[in-house]
């Protein structure tokens, strides 16, 4: 593989910062009010130029949500530590965090944006499978070291974390939680202590 030019090094620069300012801007206004001429000037740089690096408002939030499992699949790797239960405990803060604070690009998502990407877009998708078959492995682990009941499916204890994430989805609740940090933080401790008395050995 030959060296990454001069040109690729600023063009990937560029687009790293495309995506920064545009998560910003998503989290603040909300998927419907992200206007392209904003970020250009956000940037420092042309609409045109902005159009080169992604067609659409749609690709370019693909490209956020996608950043977004790197992130994920980067905690995962190296930045969460003890045994194997509490990289899931702490995992699964993340993940809520990330859902439910009032700068998460997931709550900045309207359900039907959200739906449509994460169902429908293969670059998405594939983000999604590989960070799936990370939490599986994890779970293995817990269930090896006597942490999680070995007589659980890892897929069902996997799919237990994400259908608990949607506890917190009730309209009047989430609208509470995204104002108040400290009852989001609650209410994030209540849903790990309610999944790891369900999947810890009796």
Known sequence: ????????????RREGE??????????????????????ADAVGISKPTLYQHFKSKDELVTQVVIENF????????????GTPLERIQQMMRWMLKSRYSRHSIVSALDQETAWKLFTTNEHI????????????????????????DPALPTSIVVRSMFCLQGALSDPEMKAELLTDEEKLDSAIDAVISFFSRGVTPA
């Open 70 to 81: 790197r992130i994920m699949d980067e905690k995962l790797n190296t930045t969460l530590t």
């Open 125 to 148: 998708a594939k983000g999604r499978k590989h960070f799936h078959s990370k939490l599986l492995e994890l779970v293995g682990e817990a269930q090896q070291a006597g942490e999680i």
């Open 18 to 39: 495309i995506l920064q300012k545009a998560a910003q801007l998503l989290t603040d206004r909300g998927f419907a009010n992200l206007n392209m001429d904003d970020l």
């Open 1 to 12: 593989m030959g060296k990454i030019t001069y040109k690729e090094k600023e063009r990937q």
